[in-house]
């Protein structure tokens, strides 16, 4: 793990509090073995950067685009929003190598470091909020994130398969398909979730995620292959 003020520099941000960035790279984990760490672990400020992203994502789009639906918005900021993309982000920018966790968490690069990824860029932005305000994390999220909008909605990335299954379901089965965890494991910092994607009684396919709504998407998704509406 490096220095943060070398983060700082890579990222153009200059914090007035080091501290916030420090919690915002602290994961539960690094706590465990690392009693006199004097900074708490990110989950609290990762909730208020949560939703600072999802505002500021949402007014972009309102702003930026005045003829598209309600619908067509909620479908691009899922895209821009959701834990995969954010994890990419956070890779992207070198996030990684800096965040603290324990040796277990840093063995390990499957599903578990993209959720701890996707937490370290909420975390990032609800601290640079707390330090900065609202125009800083506008600024910053434009650089990295929302320059990627046209991308996805040239790529049609924004179409979201929960709304496309629905539609076929509805065409084909005269139904509206229903979605249910199936499991649900790991601690609360880390969570895995198991849903199927039901028509009626008929579990179509099952979809895995680190929120239950990435695993319903996924679920519908993987219903949309087994049914052949792709």
């Avoid at 793990?1 to 700082?8: F, G, H, Q, S, T």
């Amino acid at each position: 793990m490096k220095d943060p003020a070398l983060l700082e520099k890579k990222l153009g941000l200059a914090f007035i509090d080091r501290g916030l960035l420090m919690e915002a790279l602290t994961h539960r984990s690094f706590l465990n073995e690392n009693r006199g760490w004097p900074y708490p672990h990110n989950e609290r400020i990762e909730f208020l950067g949560d939703a600072v992203i999802e505002m500021v994502v949402t007014q972009y789009l309102f702003e930026t685009y005045p003829d598209r639906t309600e619908g067509d918005m909620t479908a691009v900021r899922v895209a821009l929003v959701n834990g995969q993309m954010l994890a990419e982000v956070s890779r992207g920018l070198g996030i990684e190598e800096f965040i603290f966790m324990s040796q277990g968490e840093l063995k390990d690069t499957g599903r578990a470091r993209t959720y701890i990824l996707c937490a370290a860029f909420e975390a990032l932005l609800g601290a640079l909020y707390m330090d900065q305000g609202w125009k800083a994390v506008q600024a910053f999220l434009k650089r990295v994130l929302l320059s990627r909008t046209e991308g996805l909605i040239d790529a049609g990335a924004h179409r979201d398969p929960k709304s496309a299954f629905q539609a076929k379901a509805q065409e084909q089965y005269q139904t509206t398909p229903t979605y249910r965890v199936l499991e649900e494991t790991g601690p609360d910092h880390d969570k895995h979730f198991v849903c199927g994607a039901f028509i009626g009684e008929e579990l179509v396919a099952k979809g895995r995620g680190a929120k239950k709504q990435e695993a319903e998407t996924d679920a519908a998704k993987q219903a949309l292959k087994v049914k052949g509406w792709s």
